[in-house]
């Protein structure tokens, strides 16, 4: 399995962008996540979504601004991320966890999203 993140991009605080992950590979039962890595911090988790779409869990940091999706036929995951802040400049990995795996063992490339004040 393989991972492509793309829609990154510089964008004015109060903006929006939307990421995209495509995945090679049959991942339409995995479970599929967004990660960031600010500079000089840790990588931290955004949000993640269960193989059926059906459930989402957001960091609080996010919760209300950002909403992930997934469209299974087309084995991609979103991010769509409205009213940005500066703070949310970071490079953002998608990730993706097979059936039974205790944790995400597909990752991608990573997307720069910079957000100016």
């Known amino acids: 399995v393989q991972l492509q993140a793309s829609g990154g991009g510089l964008v004015q605080a109060g903006g929006s962008l939307r990421l995209s992950c495509a995945a090679s590979?049959?991942?339409?039962?995995?479970?599929k996540a967004w990660f960031r890595q600010a500079p000089g911090k840790e990588r931290e988790f955004v949000a993640t979504?269960?193989?059926?779409?059906?459930?989402?869990y957001y960091a609080d940091s996010v919760k209300g601004r950002f909403t992930i999706s997934r469209d299974n036929a087309k084995n991609a995951v979103y991010l769509q991320m409205n009213n940005l802040k500066p703070e949310d400049t970071a490079v953002y990995y998608c990730?993706?966890?097979?059936?039974?795996?205790?944790?995400?063992?597909?990752w991608g490339q990573g997307t720069q999203v910079t957000v100016s004040s």
């Open positions: 590979g049959r991942t339409f039962s995995y479970t």
């Open positions: 990730a993706a966890q097979r059936v039974g795996a205790s944790g995400f063992g597909y």
């Open positions: 979504i269960t193989s059926s779409g059906g459930t989402t």
